[in-house]
């Protein structure tokens, strides 16, 4: 019998209203059926957002470093937790399972932050211009936000909104990719044995177009962040700037990795396989653009094709895999139209650009490791985001030349360049029009304790991560204590 998991809301897990669920399924082997989850009705959510404001009333008042030690326990729960939450991952989604644990590790890592600013959340005190009279900012909670999430991070990314939105004192409603629903399920059990206020995490599983976007919507949810696609994020825009709500938006990306002709070969080489094929192409960071100047072009194309051959493909919980399935049907669908796309506009298929044909993955959404050469700037495959295993390699001459090729897309999250020379670094580094730039490193590979996130059509300005995000989640509240005994008025009763 195919277990129904419940939905957590107003204070207790509960099955759907509606009675309707959706299937999950490993997409490494899609006859194994995980389980059902609620596809959740909208008239639902009046319930939900009723509880996490009650919820918010008592969180909010908390002291804020008693809150942190809540995230502390939930931080050594996850550490307890941190094979079993990756095995759950690698089922639902497809990565390996070297990268769920670091999927983990990252949450862990931000629970561990976010404890600690549970003793920091500073304001700032101003002198006066006035006598006897002090002046103080401070951070306030805001109330109840709306928590959307991608499938590429089952844990990682709703720890990065969640964490810092608990600390900061604000209660949640937590809505799920439809890919990846028992990695949440697990999530909010740990959150709640962590001692996390019931009313304070609640759990929504469905689809983006019915809950996530009455979520969106609903006038008791004044804050919302969401990560995925470019499209939703800038529908979840247009609404929450007609109903003046708090967004930060993390979308996608279209990341090249730069090598110069004076790079370390090796270095960069399996700097690309990292970057590209890692997560199966499915990172917001992943290298989809690989551009190599002129001279080493043509001998490190060869290199790349022959160890991206090499990658092996399978089942992500099995040892010596190297490369997971895509995350469903149509993901594997969309790299295959992209290929023909890049063909009919001249690219070549250097290596993969098809289903594997053996080994018995004919189960799951496997799809070869690709290399596209001859891919001209303005080709669709080297501006729109594919996500999947599929590189486009750009040929340019001058570091100039790659700078632009770099900065022409409309997505600026990350990029990378493979140099020894100093100067091209620095020049990289203040030039790339991305919110991230690595340098001898791949275009992915961000640290929790740092603020994340894209410029141009990645972003609308927030950053996750770090001490930023902090910001996100509080309104700064500004005081002034007047204890001279008269009225003193500001700018007019300046004596000096
Ligand atoms: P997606 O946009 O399809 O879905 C993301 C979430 O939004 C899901 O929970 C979905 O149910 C929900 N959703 C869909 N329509 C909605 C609507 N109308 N209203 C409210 N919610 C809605 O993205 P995905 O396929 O899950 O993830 C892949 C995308 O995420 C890629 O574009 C990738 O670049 C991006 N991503 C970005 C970052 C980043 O930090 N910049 C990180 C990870 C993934």
Redesign the pocket.
Known sequence: MTEKFPNHIAGGWSAPASGEYMENRNPARTSDLIGLFPDTDPSELDAAVASAQRGFESWSRTPAPERGLALKRAGDLLTRHKEELARTMTREMGKVLEETRGDVQEAIDTAYYAAVEGRRLFGRTAPSELRNKWAMSFRRPIGVFGI??????PVA?PSWKIFPALLCGNSIIY?????VPHSAHRFVEILLEAGLPPECVQLLHG???TI??A??EHPGVPGLS????????S??GEIAGRMHKRLSL????KNAQIVLSDADPDLALEGVLWGAFGTTG????ATSRLLLQSDIHDDFVERLCYEARSLRLGDGLEAGVDVGPL?HEA?RDKCERYVAIAEAEGATVATGGRRPSDGGLGDGWFYEPTVLTGVARGHRAAVE?I?GPVLSVIRFDTLEEAFEINNEVRYG?SSSIYTRDVNASFRAVEELDNGITYVNAPTIGAEAHLP???VKS??NGHR?GGWEVYEFYTETKVAYVDYSGTLQRAQIDVDW
């Open positions: 959307i999430t991608p499938f590429n991070f990314v809505k799920p990719s439809e890919d689809r983006g177009e996530g976007q979520i969106v969401f990560t995925g696609s470019t499209e939703t994020g529908r979840i993390e979308m996608g990306g499915q990172r917001c960071t995350v993901a985001e996500f999250l994340f996130g894209g990645t972003g996750e």
